[in-house]
């Protein structure tokens, strides 16, 4: 699925270790969804909008 | 720098020696196994590569990090699911088969044959009694 997730980590100068570490999952995790090569369970899209201070939806674009 | 912290229970690099010393400890029982059997202490060897396979689960139970996440959940299930695929395609197609061939006198098969068919039979009436037990649970 589409989402802003590198740009925010660029905003937040963060790298994927440091964002996976945050959310709990691994590094590999964090590359895939960034590449959308895999959609994130609800509770990890959570875990993302409660990192980034926003909402679900301001970070994936499921229509895209 | 980044402005987020990170507790030594999440870092990556602590889930990775976490993951290092579970299978490590397979890996060492799995080596002491086949030691045991070229010196001919099989039971001795049975029993290391058993305290390996108990030491990893316990590492994996017991470590203060996940050591697998829901990305790695889902490979699993995606290489049950093309497991599975491929066990019913070898059961659909080679039990009959191999009975058709066996009955025109083209071939005849060992009793491995019978063995593996009805060893993916057991398979499929296992995978069958969790998803019934998960149907009525989900």
Known sequence: ?64 | MSEHTTSATTRPSTRKRYKRIAYGLLGAGILALWVGIAVDRFVLGVALYWTGGLGMGLVQRFSPVELYDERDTTIEREAGHYTMKLFAYVFIFGTPGGLVLEESGLVTLPGEFYGAMWTLFAVFVAYGAFVIYHKYRL
């Open chain 1, 1 to 64: 699925m589409r989402n802003d997730i590198p740009d925010r980590r660029d905003e937040t100068d963060e790298s994927q270790a440091d964002l996976a570490a945050a959310v709990e999952v691994t590094r590999q995790t964090i590359n895939a969804i960034e590449r959308e090569r895999y959609d994130p369970s609800l509770e990890l899209a959570f875990a993302l909008a409660d990192h980034f201070d926003c909402r679900i939806e301001d970070i994936f674009d499921p229509d895209e």
